[in-house]
């Protein structure tokens, strides 16, 4: 049974982009007979802000996208990422580190094999993972082959910061095993995220999903919108002609006066192929850190999320 999920984190209101996100998700599930659930990725208090996780709950409500299940709120899921963090630290995959951004400079950001910055005993560490030298690979629904090398292109990752939260790495891959998801669909930004999930996934004896990940909405200035950023939220008052933009974003053309919620939503289930979308480049701004690592046309890099 096709399972498939969106998992916002509530840093704002939901804008164009983040709604093409619900949207293709939704679409995916419906047109297999799946389900369709809503993950509320609210890790990381400091960049929350208050009462955008009901918002965005009701602004997808009122574009008719609701969770098949009760909506899962990672804040309320340490325990369960405490054990898939202890799992990993017995088997020694795991280790503290002090090092401070400066500190990985040298490196262009990426943690090196063994830490620069000495062991601190008065002050907590962040814990990061081990990665291995080699390629991890998956094949994504749009993008098509893609591989990365984690020591060369990310480096040693944290999978618990320093505050003592869980990283959105860990959580995502511990929740979307949970929820029995088969299909990840997702923001282009997050397609150099996959091989770290994946790894991730094979150390803790985890199924990977199918990935598809879905072009990037850009500003004028070619600039992926962001709730952080304040991209202008879509209107839940007047959902029809956000609904509609994204729907032409993902390929399906729609008519105007061609129906309300429920039959644009039907239109789009028949209509919405990947297969005939344009893959834009992935993000190219990846960040001084990054050394992409290229397949066919295809470039993954590190944009440095949580790591
Ligand atoms: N919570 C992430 C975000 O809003 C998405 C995570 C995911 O879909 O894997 O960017």
New binding site residues.
Partial sequence: MYRGRF???PTGPLHLGSLVAALGSWLRARAAGGVWLVRM?DLDPPREVPGAAADILATLAAFGLESDEPVLHQSRREGTYREAFERLHRAGHVYPCWCSRRDLEPWAGRHPAACPAPADPSRPPAWRLRVPDADIAFTDALYGAQHQNLRRAVGDFVIRRVEGWFA?QLA?VVDDAAQGISE?V?GAD?LDSTPRQIHLQRLLGLPTPQYLHLPLVRDRQGRKLSKQDRARPVDRRDPLPALRAALTFLGVRVRRGAGGIDALLAEGVRRFDPARLAADPPPAALGPQSEPCTIGPRRLGNHGRAS
Avoid: C, Q
Wanted: charged share 20%.
């Fill in positions: 998992a916002p984190s990725e959105y995502v990840v997702r997050l």
